[in-house]
């Protein structure tokens, strides 16, 4: 098999495939229990295109899924403090998915425990401010 074989680009009808797979053990991260050994997490880092995150919502909720979506406050491609990217954000909750917080700590000492968690809370509380609405699980 040639290296060209061994890579399939990404399409939404591949990623149907493969949430309608998993579609039976999809959970929401609130939905584990300790113990629970047969389930699939679906979430979704947002790094640079908004439109792509509610292309991906408006897929999930057709399926009947929920999945979280991870946004950066601090990002070079969007800025989803803008009118637009809140209304897309509103829009992506409105469809009954979650959105978390995708820390961001380039600019900070991330061995200093102290740092990260004051940065995380810091970072969290831009993003409640932006949604008007907790926010209860972040990706690293």
Request: a negative charge.
């Amino acid at each position: 098999m040639n290296e060209s074989e061994k890579y399939t680009p990404f399409s939404y009808v591949e990623y149907r495939k493969i949430v309608e797979l998993f579609k039976p053990i999809i959970k929401d991260f609130s939905e584990i229990n300790h113990g629970d050994d047969n389930y699939c997490l679906l979430r979704h880092d947002v790094e640079f295109l908004m439109d792509r995150a509610i292309r991906m919502a408006e897929i999930d909720n057709e399926m009947g899924v929920q999945s979280s979506f991870f946004i950066q406050v601090m990002n070079s491609a969007y800025n989803p403090l803008s009118i637009e990217n809140k209304n897309i954000l509103k829009k992506i909750l409105d469809f009954g998915h979650n959105i978390g917080l995708h820390l961001y700590l380039s600019h900070i000492d991330e061995q200093n425990p102290e740092l990260v968690i004051n940065e995380l809370n810091s970072q969290a509380s831009i993003l409640e401010i932006c949604l008007e609405k907790k926010i209860d699980r972040f990706s690293y």
